[in-house]
């Protein structure tokens, strides 16, 4: 299976700053129609999760332009700029590259 | 607006058996590939299960976890996916999602709620 490895596992944060969380793959997520099938979640406290982005940087219907996503073949990032209270939670990415699909295994976003 | 409503989690005993089930609304269900996905207390995301479309005859596919002892279906007229859960063991104790595929965004685009899965003596 392909082992997602995100850092940091928590990081705190002041309203206004700007974060980034790393995801790194065992293998490289580009399929073999040229895509590559990283996406990004957010799952807030008691809540399930959301997807937030879909492919590596499309951001899902809603999602605020604060948020981007960048990266390839199997080093990715999430950027969150400005951040607000309502984004903090655990956030995942997941690869739907190989199969098993898997996740990573969260960052822990809070307020410092 | 897109809706997946999960029910029937509960307490079971190792070995029992217990069927979950999603509703869905507010999307095409029957073109949508439908997945479950589990998170046991305090951890992380573990996708479990998947099923495809018609077209697609329906495939399914597992987690070597799970495989031999759940079964994803679903119930295009009633916008509806299942997952019968046998010989049920106590690392299976989780909160069980229903996600559903987006018709351009793919994979675990929408989620529901969740339906509460405890095994144990």
């Known amino acids: 299976d392909v082992v997602m490895t995100q850092t940091p596992p928590s990081l705190s944060v002041a309203i206004g700053q700007s974060v980034s969380i790393s995801c790194k793959s065992s293998q490289s997520l580009v399929y073999s129609d040229g895509k590559t099938y990283l996406h990004w979640l957010l799952q807030s406290s008691g809540r399930s999760p959301k997807r937030l982005i879909y492919q590596v940087s499309n951001l899902d219907s809603g999602v605020p332009d604060r948020f981007s996503g960048t990266g390839s073949q199997k080093d990715f990032t999430l950027k969150i700029s400005r951040v607000e209270a309502k984004d903090l939670g655990v956030y995942y990415c997941a690869q739907t590259t190989h199969f098993p699909p898997t996740f990573g295994g969260g960052t822990k976003l809070e307020l410092k | 607006a897109v809706q997946l409503v999960e029910s029937g989690g509960g307490l079971v005993q190792p070995k029992e058996s217990l069927k979950i089930s999603c509703a869905a609304s507010?999307?095409?269900?029957?073109?949508?590939?439908m997945y479950w996905v589990r998170q046991a207390p305090g951890k992380g995301l573990e996708w479990v299960a998947r099923i495809r479309t018609k077209p697609n005859n329906y495939a399914t596919y597992y987690a070597d976890s799970v495989k031999g002892r759940f079964t994803i279906s679903r119930d295009d007229s009633k916008s509806m996916v299942y997952l019968q859960m046998d010989n049920l063991k106590t690392e299976d104790t989780a909160m069980y999602y229903c996600?559903?595929?987006?018709?351009?965004?793919?994979?675990?685009?929408?989620w529901g709620q969740g339906t509460l899965v405890t095994v144990s003596s």
């Open positions: 996600t559903a595929e987006g018709r351009v965004t793919g994979w675990f685009a929408y």
């Open positions: 507010g999307f095409t269900f029957s073109n949508a590939a």
